[in-house]
Structure formats: structure tokens, C-alpha cells
């Protein structure tokens, strides 16, 4: 499709299971972001890759939590032993070039929305 | 480091009346300045920008935003509001350093 795209877009899970979150974002676009979205607490950045760079991890809340970015497209964020705290919308967008180069324009896709029970 | 707060968590507004959203950027480096808006049940989208030249920008539906360099500010205005701009608003800061979002501000039109 035309937009970034993310599945599932749904996702229930018990406490202490690993789940995997999908990014496809727009193609040629160089830069990918994820971020996590919590009622109260806005967009909170998590993790953002440019090309074939290491990413930037700064974001990651714990060690529970990676990403990964295969071939410089399609990315996956792990989060393993779910906690309840990790209920949120998870959101991952991508941009022409990143944020070094220039005020990019960063396109969103619709978000996985992460329950743990 | 950059860091975005905008001021306001909620803001009620009777339709057809102005308002303003507040935001306030810090940083140590030239940075460019968005303001995103999340509709009901709908993914982020880009409202308006700012990266250079004239200070004041215009989104296609009537909102504006004034960069102000000296207060670090980049409120968001709209002189008559509709119920169709009932929505979460987002400003954004990008640096060479990445982009970082305030935590919002949802938008209630009154009847």
C-alpha cells in the first residue's frame, strides 16, 4: 500500500509472553520510528533507524524491549515477558530521510494496539 | 537535549469561538517544529511545519502556527473553531538529534 502499515493491529497477550510487533513502512523511505503511545502520557520515543545505521536505542524503556530492521525495510519491535505496563498503542512511522538531514515530513501508520492481561 | 511541553491537556472551545494551543520547545540547536493532529479513531497526521523563512505557517483548514525564536514558542491557532477539528494535537520538535513529541492536547468543541 501507499502508507506505512503495521500488524496486527490488534493484539491481546498474557503477562510474561513475548509479543512482535510489524512495521512495513512507505517504500524508499530511508528513516523508520517507533514510537509508544500511553493515555496520559503522549508519544514517548522508543527507537529510530536510518538506513543500514545502528539504530538509536535511546529510547528503549528496559532490555525487554528491542527492534530490529531487516534489509532497510520492513522493521519488528520484540517486547519480551510482557508486563502490564506495557499496554499501549504502538505506533511506527518512517520518513524520506531522517531527522539529520532535514525537517522531514514522518508519516504514521495506524498503530498496534497491545493489551496485556 | 530537545524536550516539548505543551501546556494545556485538554482544551474546551464553543464552535465558531478562537483558540490557541500552547507549546514550548527547548534546545541547544536549530530544530524544525510541527504540529501533528490524531482524529478520532485515526492514525497521526502532519497539520503544519516549520523549517525556515516567514514565521507564521498555514495548514490547508484554517489553523496557523507563529515560530517565536526568542520565547522558544510554536502555539498553534485557529480564529473559528468547526466540530470536525475535534482531535488530539501534537507538537514536535526535529534536530539532528531526532523527533520528539509533547504529550498532547485534546481539542473539545462545545455545541
Known amino acids: 500500500g501507499a502508507g506505512v502499515s503495521q500488524s496486527p493491529s490488534n493484539k491481546v497477550t498474557e503477562k510474561g509472553k513475548d509479543v512482535e510487533l510489524r512495521c512495513d513502512p512507505i517504500s524508499g523511505h530511508t528513516a523508520l520510528y517507533w514510537y509508544r503511545q500511553s493515555l496520559g502520557q503522549g508519544l514517548e520515543f522508543l527507537i529510530y533507524f536510518q538506513g543500514n545505521s545502528a539504530p538509536d536505542k535511546s529510547g528503549l524503556p528496559s532490555d525487554r524491549f528491542s527492534a530490529e530492521r531487516t534489509g532497510g525495510s520492513v522493521s519488528t519491535l520484540t517486547i519480551q515477558r510482557t508486563q502490564q505496563e506495557d499496554s499501549a498503542v504502538y505506533l511506527c512511522?518512517?520518513?524520506?530521510?531522517?531527522?539529520?538531514?532535514?525537517?522531514?515530513?514522518?508519516?504514521f501508520g495506524e498503530g498496534s494496539w497491545l493489551t496485556v492481561v | 537535549a530537545q524536550s516539548v511541553t505543551q501546556l494545556d491537556s485538554q482544551v474546551p472551545v464553543f464552535e465558531e469561538a478562537p483558540v490557541e494551543l500552547r507549546c514550548n520547545y527547548s534546545s541547544s540547536v536549530s530544530v524544525y517544529l510541527f504540529w501533528y493532529v490524531q482524529y478520532p479513531n485515526q492514525g497521526l497526521q502532519l497539520l503544519l511545519k516549520y523549517l525556515s523563512g516567514s514565521t507564521l505557517v498555514e495548514s490547508i483548514n484554517g489553523f496557523e502556527a507563529e515560530f517565536n525564536k526568542s520565547q522558544t514558542s510554536f502555539h498553534l491557532r485557529k480564529p473559528s473553531v468547526h466540530i470536525s477539528d475535534t482531535a488530539e494535537y501534537f507538537c514536535a520538535v526535529s534536530s539532528p538529534f531526532g523527533i520528539i513529541f509533547g504529550k498532547g492536547t485534546r481539542l473539545h468543541i462545545l455545541p
Open positions: 512511522a518512517s520518513s524520506l530521510e531522517g531527522p539529520r538531514r532535514s525537517g522531514n515530513t514522518i508519516y
